[in-house]
RNA sequence: GUGGGUAUAGCUCAGUCGGUUAGAGCGCCAGAUUGUGGCUCUGGAGGCCGUGGAUUCGAAUUCCACUAUCCACCCCA
């Protein structure tokens, strides 16, 4: 086991095997945020750094030790791993003048993200998001509309044992005299407070509503409640939101405690948690952002999105019993052969018919008839077919449907495959290799209809 | 950044009080009257016991350091 070296830490590879479930569960990510009328994306995965330090927020953990930072050359700029997807597609929206089109402007993208973090359950340095972004509406409708696309994804991908907890943290006209109180209360019980919170108490008071330990739940059960401070816009926003979140029968939970660790947000934060994969269990997180447009530079714009997490969406589809993205077997047929007569020939019947959309297989290793039959069966082929100097002599073959173990007999013209791999440059080519595609279209019907079910 | 656990075959893990050729299951490869998979049986390949030190006649086993990994805090998706 002397490698030269192996995937840096936290981040991972993933393996044909697993591929599908993501390409299956994007699929469908993209299918109901184009419902909801959003349209994809695509940003750099480097940034220059003072956009995520303003952006994200200088003071935060995030910009303030999580970034991985960097310049390629040493007096080129200073370049940014993206932590998050907002900022990147915010500026880009910006750029390119999205938001002097007609508004609400509606984005979504996946990402890959980076944080240099200590990586644990659902927690990677390199990990995926699937994010929304929906530019230009103050209204509580907008906020009701994401917050139903992402349940309505969770819904799709069949995620279960999640839970909508949403809350309102204000905006720059009434979060001062909530701050304010908040410092107060526990300023007078510093003492019984734990370290950390002690800390937080000078650095962001807010977060030891959300501390674990016993004694800071006991203060923080009695302290200022932020909802109370709302000024009248975001008693009213807030209201109306939860209002049409009922209609709309989106079950919800105010949490008082949700505080969003990223400057940028403003008024609704909410959060789907699930209970079933650790510590690490926001699976979506989101928010408004009012502030964020004019932060970067824009005109004075108000915004809000969210994003989820794929590596836990997966984690909790696994926590889940059912596999609804498992894996399909993908191969049609495989081609036993025996010499190398047979051999050659079935590598053309391969080539011909792969490019018929057929999934087909043949040996590469020179195996014995059994082991190709054993290496068939063990990749799931649908149908096998040996191919022999008797086969190559009567120009007859049997096809085996694996499942069944029956056999059905196949007319091959041997020699009119022959002649095909000398013509396989020339002119009629497209002719030849439609009437190979013939020979097995009926036996394999069924699964060329399969092939597009999901 | 802080704390705790773990590190033995490709994978999941045994390995006694330190004792000489290092174990199982699964997986992989190959056979079981010579052209048909799955089940069963048999055999085989595959290990610097994470790395480096220390103790000892002798270390996978004890001690130290480092690294990696997992879990939790923190933070977030």
């Known amino acids: 086991m002397a490698l030269l070296t192996k995937a840096p830490r936290g981040m991972q590879d993933i393996l044909p095997k697993d591929v599908s479930r993501w390409q299956q569960m994007e699929e469908m990510l993209r299918l109901t945020a184009e419902v909801y009328g959003f349209g994809e994306i ?19 953990d995030v910009v303030q030790k999580e970034m991985y930072t960097f310049a390629a050359k040493e007096d080129s700029p200073s370049l940014t791993l993206r932590p998050e997807g907002t900022a990147g597609v915010v500026r880009a929206a910006l750029e390119n003048n999205l938001l002097a089109d007609a508004l ?40 009701a509309e994401v917050i139903a696309l992402g349940q309505s994804v969770l819904d ?5 044992d999640v839970t909508l907890e949403i809350n309102s943290i204000g905006c720059p006209q009434c979060r001062p005299a909530y701050h304010k109180a908040l410092k107060a209360y526990f300023e007078s019980r510093r003492d019984a407070l734990c370290p950390t919170c002690q800390e937080r108490l000078t650095k962001n008071p807010m977060r030891i509503l959300d501390c674990k330990n016993k004694e ?13 401070y709302l000024c009248g816009e975001c008693t009213d926003h807030f209201a109306t939101l939860k209002e049409l979140l009922t209609s709309c029968q989106i079950a919800f939970t105010v949490n008082p405690k949700i505080v969003r660790g990223l400057d940028y947000y403003t008024k609704t934060v909410f959060e789907f948690v699930t209970q079933s994969i650790g510590a690490q269990g926001t699976v979506c997180g989101g928010g408004r952002y009012d502030g964020l447009v004019e932060e970067l530079g824009g005109p004075s714009t108000p915004g809000l999105g969210f994003a ?50 057929y999934a087909v297989e043949t040996d590469l290793m020179n195996r014995s008839l059994k082991a190709q039959m054993r290496y068939a069966n063990k990749i799931g082929a649908r149908y ?36 095909i791999s000398n013509k396989l440059d020339q002119p009629h080519r497209e002719e030849f290799e439609n009437m190979i595609g013939d020979i097995l279209d009926d036996i394999l019907r069924e699964n060329e209809s399969s092939q597009y079910l999901q």
């Open 384 to 419: 096998t077919m040996v191919l022999g100097e008797n086969e190559l002599a009567t120009g007859a073959a049997q096809l085996k449907e694996m499942a069944t173990g029956e056999t059905t007999p196949v007319d091959l013209n041997l020699t009119f495959l022959e002649d």
């Open 42 to 60: 695509r940003t750099p995965t480097l940034e220059h750094t003072e956009l995520f330090a303003r952006g994200v927020g200088e003071g935060t």
């Open 216 to 228: 800071c739940i006991a203060i923080a059960k009695d302290a200022p409640v932020g909802l109370d």
């Open 308 to 357: 989820m997490g794929l590596e836990r969406l997966l984690l909790v589809l696994a926590a889940q019993k059912e596999d609804r993205f498992a894996p399909e077997d993908g191969c049609d047929l495989y081609i036993v052969t025996m010499g190398d007569a047979a051999t050659k020939r079935a590598a053309v019947l391969a080539h011909l018919l792969r490019q018929n959309d």
């Open 104 to 143: 609400p402007q509606k984005l979504y993208y996946f990402t890959n993200c980076y944080r240099y973090e200590k990586p644990q359950a659902g927690r990677y340095r390199e990990f995926h998001q699937f994010g929304i972004e929906l530019l230009g509406s103050p209204l509580p409708y907008a906020d």
């Open 156 to 160: 799709t991908l069949g995620i279960k």
